[in-house]
């Protein structure tokens, strides 16, 4: 049982009496600005999908519309057109997609799932829908196939049955072949499964039936009995027609090609084995792997192609996954990066009986789409125009920025053209189906993707498309480890440890800035001009926590840490110059690692092509044997001139164009030794109890209250700051500089236990080796729901008590208080007189929800701003709120947003003659920015609105109790200002601004992943995005306008395009009988000849859009065909009736005549006079 503190109640008390009057004092200071923002401005709702199909399991592709459909296992339906003509679907069971079928040129697709269900998709619209559902009930469902042009559907199971289901009203036909009836009777065991099902290419009254066990039927539909059976001792995996209908194909599981006759059934014509070694005593080759899929194309003027996947030799196990492409006698081989799906191979002529002209192979890999090129000589691939290399290395962390400048994507695009890859087909990209969206929003957007590999992607985002512009490598500034000897100096991370961790980028400079993961920033410049760097800047910083012992047994005296004045910088070694590229410190084995930094940056000349080329280097050192902790939060200004970033050690402020370090330190030495909420951190404690919670410190503090403790253990390895302590070691341990003097008589056992946590610290840091997507995929195996006891102290830990005797528990967490945010402005960092002007300052947020606020003394612009140096001075604390703090705003006093204030670009590697600085550009010159401001705040619990310069709380909104936010942000939608979160319940959230009312509460996606977490991003005009797996992005938008106009911003995937026509059949042929033999289908499987089929067999379910199903089934292929069918039916009707006409009328004239005649023969012989 806790015990009652009635110092926290009156605390809260207090707390309380003060918020509500400093918001009561607040209303009425605001009752002046209106907001425009109402909650009907406000919608949620998905709009795009990004990136390469999360695990693929099918492909299909409509010759004649040019569109490209895969399946995953996850039940989602993914459609490409042309460059930017994307679709992505979702069955509702989720269930495996096995095969795809496309109702040729008919705007309609065919998805067999694993659940044993076949579902017919309406493509004619935006948004695809199901238009009927059929559900098997007694058999599996193995194999599709539906001829062209033909509303008839195989259906085979694993049963060895085939059913035949009819696409306009999907029901069963009472037709259905079954396994007993197609192999012979003397057979004794069962054939297996179908696996292959298809007609002949010159008679569709012949269906060619494939079952594993090697047995293939040619079966009669007309005559409903087996014409041929075809045997053969290994199983079979895929059959493919010659176009003539004489021959056809079969690929077997020891890696032979088997070529039949359809008249001779006793043996194939030939076998082969394509990678199998021939043996000299002209035996049967060695077995190779499974063919598991072959294709055979015809072509008029040469060999024809063949192209089979799988086949290789049993002792090449180390090869990768090869594509066969044989055309006369030439072999090639070519070697795919990861294993394949599927492929197929495209044509000319979508009609089966004529010659192919096969003129490219999509091939379907496990993380990739490859086309290649058969027309060309060594089979080059087509440059692939959608955005699937997301995934190339995992994605690390992301930014989303809308509404950037016009100029930005065409300079990124030209300096990325240059990357493109090399030795790609010049031809057209073949999948040119669907057209653009024609939507009005036009403003460019930017996605900003930073990788495991340390590489950075610039992607175009505008117009719900993405495109990839410009791609940035970091890891080129470092040495790499040529071999093991040499991994020692990367301890901190075993694998990736280029990783970028963060990123901060100001779109109207260009300035860019990232953080990896082994504790280093690199800041880049803009440049459209190739230059050679001989020595790269270098920056080495060392960021410590130090704890000064005031109460140890020893008697220390407490001391207060001096903090800079206005003017002047921290005193450092790294400030008179940039420290050479080879380190200085020590590393020897007998001693603790100290001054060394966790990557090597390059000693020799780097050649820097066009584009980002790199300004400075900082990196964080190892102290006293202890790594740097990895870097929380990053910042950049432009208009400053200066970097910050922060860990949980402390922050640090970067002059990059002096290239010095202005400030360097611990959090708590940002407090003012005068302010209530500072604490002096006291002595260690010798031991602690293993049932405490571990301190947090990350800016996503309130996961504990939500996760196990193994998932604690598993956050600690992405912020070692927050990690669970195990044994006696305390936070004070880590915190202290091992440097410092003995603080106990105990200095021995304290030694020991420093030995211990330096041993853990490196186990534990090599914890972090593996990539963040994988460490992701772990934390989310292991979400745990909370508990009402964690949340219970986790609320009670974010409460700030005032008292200055505190727990040691308490001085644990704010020992480690971890930087989460900042914000570079022009603003009020300390109570002044109002009619003072604001002036620059740094905003630091932390993850026990304090704000401080740090004084900036800047030079004059030009060559003072040079040589003289930027004052840096501590203000203290302005608010604090509950949780970590993760994102700050400024608003003047009209409520509209202050603007960071930037410098434009210009040419950094221009000659003096032609440079021209461009001037900073004023972040307001308002009147109302002046007259004072309001500093917006969002925390992971609340969200406040304090005006400046009294500092005054004047508005307040506790955002979630149960959860925790994880991504906050100030956006400007529909002309005005709110705050948009998303908490790790799911749902997404938004305030105004500044009364802070609520707009938006929507449950959309509980977090069951924390790749979402890492990744989620809001931006301007009610964008927003998220990695929904590891390869694709998803997109959101949370306004009303877009919702209402997002039919006309997405691509059309349909459009009218004539069939082509049908092969001629030749004089002869047509004289003979020897071209194609066409089938009344309708009359064999239709319900009057066959039957109903039985109901148990299968359910029908009709689409779940309802009329509005219906609607698409009327202007869908259903329609059609069923208008094409009521059309034939009349025009016969009428031409019945015009030869029933046509038949009297020759009738008359038949009677007409003979009376005629009689008449003329009674008056023959007569005389005139006779009448």
Not at 43 to 52: D, E, M, N, S, Y
Not at 416 to 436: D, F, L, V
Not at 462 to 486: D, I, N, W
Not at 835 to 848: D, E, F, I, M, R
């Amino acid at each position: 049982m806790k015990k009652f503190n009635i110092r926290k109640v009156l605390d809260g008390l207090t707390a309380a009496s003060s918020s509500s009057a400093s918001a009561q004092s607040g209303n009425k200071e605001n009752d002046a600005i209106p907001e425009s923002l109402q909650s009907e401005h406000f919608q949620l709702c998905k709009t795009v999908r990004h990136g390469f199909p999360h695990q693929p399991s099918s492909m299909a592709f409509d010759p004649v519309q040019k569109i490209l459909a895969i399946g995953t296992q996850s039940g989602a339906l993914r459609l490409f057109g042309r460059a930017g003509v994307e679709c992505y679907c979702q069955h509702e069971s989720e269930a495996a997609v096995i095969q795809l079928q496309f109702l040729v040129n008919e705007g309609a697709l065919v998805s067999a799932l694993t659940d044993d269900s076949i579902h017919l998709w309406n493509l004619r619209q935006k948004q695809p829908a199901i238009l009927h559902t059929l559900k098997f009930s007694k058999e599996r469902i193995t194999f599709c196939h539906l001829p062209f042009q033909s509303k008839w559907l195989y259906v085979g199971t694993e049963r060895g049955n085939i059913y035949i289901v009819n696409v306009e009203s999907f029901t069963l036909s009472g037709y259905v072949i079954m396994w007993n009836k197609a192999i012979e009777l003397s057979t004794k065991t069962h054939p297996g499964p179908v696996v292959h099902i298809s007609d002949n290419p010159m008679d569709e009254g012949k269906l060619l039936i494939g079952y594993e066990c090697g047995i293939v039927v040619l079966w009669d539909l007309k005559c409903k009995k087996a014409d041929c059976r075809y045997n053969y001792d290994e199983a079979i995996h895929s059959v493919a027609w010659h176009h003539e209908g004489k021959q056809f194909i079969c690929s077997h599981s020891d890696g032979t090609l088997t070529t039949w006759n359809v008249r001779a059934p006793a043996k194939p014509v030939q076998t082969i084995t394509p990678h199998g070694k021939q043996s000299k005593d002209g035996k049967k080759p060695e077995p190779c792997k499974p063919i598991l899929k072959v294709e055979y194309k015809t072509t008029r003027a040469g060999d024809p192609f063949m192209v089979l996947s799988g086949g290789l030799s049993y002792d090449t196990l180390g090869r990768r996954s090869c594509l066969t492409v044989m055309h006369g006698k030439s072999t090639t081989v070519l070697e795919m990066d990861y294993p394949i799906v599927d492929f197929l191979t495209l044509c000319e002529t979508p009609y089966p009986n004529d010659f192919q002209e096969p003129y490219a192979v999509v091939v379907l890999l496990e993380k990739d789409l490859v086309v290649i090129d058969l027309g060309q000589i060594g089979y080059p691939v087509f440059e692939n125009p959608y955005p699937l290399s997301i995934h190339e290395s995992p994605v690390t962390c992301c930014e989303y920025f809308a509404d950037c400048p016009a100029e930005l994507i065409p300079a990124l695009y030209s300096v990325g053209c240059r990357q493109k890859r090399q030795g790609c087909s010049k031809k057209e990209w073949p999948i040119s189906g669907g057209n653009w969206g024609q939507g009005t929003h036009s403003y460019p957007e930017i996605l900003v993707t930073g990788h495991a590999d340390g590489s950075v992607k610039f992607w175009d985002a505008s117009a719900l498309m993405l495109q990839v512009l410009y791609k940035l490598k970091t890891a080129k500034v470092f040495e790499r480890a040529r071999g093991k000897e040499e991994k020692p100096s990367t301890d901190i991370v075993d694998e990736d440890p280029f990783a970028i961790q963060t990123l901060s980028w100001c779109p109207e400079s260009r300035i860019f800035c990232v953080a990896g993961v082994s504790a280093h920033v690199i800041i880049y410049r803009f440049s459209k001009q190739e230059v050679t760097t001989e020595v790269i800047p270098l920056l080495e910083v060392r960021l410590q926590c130090e704890l000064n012992d005031v109460g140890s047994p020893d008697g220390a005296v407490e001391q207060t840490p001096t903090l800079p004045t206005p003017g002047t910088t921290s005193s450092s070694p790294q400030e008179s110059e940039p420290t050479p590229p080879t380190s200085t410190g020590s590393n020897s084995s007998d001693g603790p690692r100290d001054n060394v930094p966790c990557l090597k940056v390059r000693s020799t000349a780097l050649n820097q092509s066009s584009g980002y080329q790199v300004e400075l280097v900082v990196q964080l050192l190892w102290v006293s044997g202890e790594p740097p902790q990895p870097i929380t939060s990053l910042a950049v200004n432009s208009a400053y001139g200066l970097v910050v970033f922060g860990n949980s050690n402390g922050l640090a402020v970067v002059d990059y164009l002096q290239k010095t370090l202005l400030l360097h330190m611990g959090t708590l030495e940002l407090y003012s030794p005068t302010e209530p909420y500072l604490r002096q951190p006291c002595s260690p404690r010798k031991t602690q109890p293993s049932g405490d919670i571990p301190p947090v410190t990350s800016c996503m503090s309130s996961l504990s209250s939500f996760y196990s403790e193994s998932v604690k253990k598993l956050r600690s390895s992405h912020f070692p700051g927050c990690e669970t302590n195990e044994g006696t070691n305390t936070t004070e341990e880590r915190c202290k500089s091992p440097t410092s003097g003995p603080t106990s008589p105990y200095n021995s056992d304290e030694e020991r236990k420093q030995q211990r946590f330096m041993q853990k610290v490196k186990s534990k840091s090599r914890r972090f080796s593996k990539t963040v997507a994988n460490d992701f995929a772990k934390m989310s195996r292991k979400i745990s729901s909370p508990t009402t006891e964690h949340k219970t102290d986790m609320d009670t830990n974010n409460v700030f008590a005032r008292s200055r005797n505190s727990s040691v528990t308490s001085i644990d967490r704010e020992s480690r208080e971890a930087i989460s945010s900042f914000q570079l402005c022009d603003s009020f960092p300390r109570k002044t007189d109002p009619a003072s002007a604001p002036g620059p300052s740094l905003w630091v947020g932390t993850s026990q929800g304090a704000v401080l606020a740090v004084s900036l003394s800047m030079p004059p612009d030009g060559d003072q701003r040079l040589q003289e140096p930027v004052g840096v001075s501590p203000c203290g604390t302005l608010v604090r709120l509950k949780g970590g703090v993760l994102t700050m705003a400024f608003l003047d006093t009209s409520g509209a947003l202050i603007p960071r204030p930037c410098e434009l670009w210009f040419e950094p590697n221009a000659t003096n003659q032609d440079r021209e600085r461009p001037k900073r550009r004023p972040p307001a010159s308002s009147p109302a920015n002046s007259e004072g401001q309001y500093a917006v705040v969002c925390s992971e619990k609340q969200a406040k609105v304090v005006s400046l310069p009294s500092q005054a709380c004047v508005h307040k909104h506790n955002i979630t109790d149960a959860s925790f936010v994880l991504r906050a942000e100030v956006v400007q939608l529909a002309g005005g200002l709110c705050i948009v979160c998303f908490c790790a319940n799911g749902h997404i959230m938004a305030l105004s601004l500044p009364s802070l009312r609520p707009l938006l509460d929507v449950n959309y996606l509980p977090l069951t992943d924390m790749r979402i977490a890492r990744t989620f991003c809001f931006s301007n005009l009610g964008q927003a995005l998220y990695m929904n797996s590891s390869m694709e992005i998803q997109r959101i938008t949370y306004s009303q306008e877009t919702c209402d106009n997002l039919q006309e911003m997405l691509s059309e995937l349909f459009t009218p395009v004539e069939t082509p026509e049908a092969p001629n059949r030749g004089f002869f042929k047509g004289l003979f009988g020897g071209g194609a033999q066409s089938l009344d289908r309708e009359d064999l499987f239709g319900e009057t000849t066959a039957g109903k089929a039985s109901s148990s067999l299968a359910q029908h379910i009709p689409g779940p859009g309802g009329m509005e199903g219906m609607k698409g089934a009327a202007s869908g292929v259903v329609g059609d065909l069923a208008r094409a069918r009521i059309a034939l039916d009349e025009r016969g009707q009428k031409l019945g009736e015009l030869e029933d006409r046509t038949a009297a009328m020759m009738a008359s004239a038949d009677s007409f005549s003979k009376h005629a005649h009689g008449i003329m023969l009674k008056y023959k012989d007569k005389k005139w006079y006779q009448l």
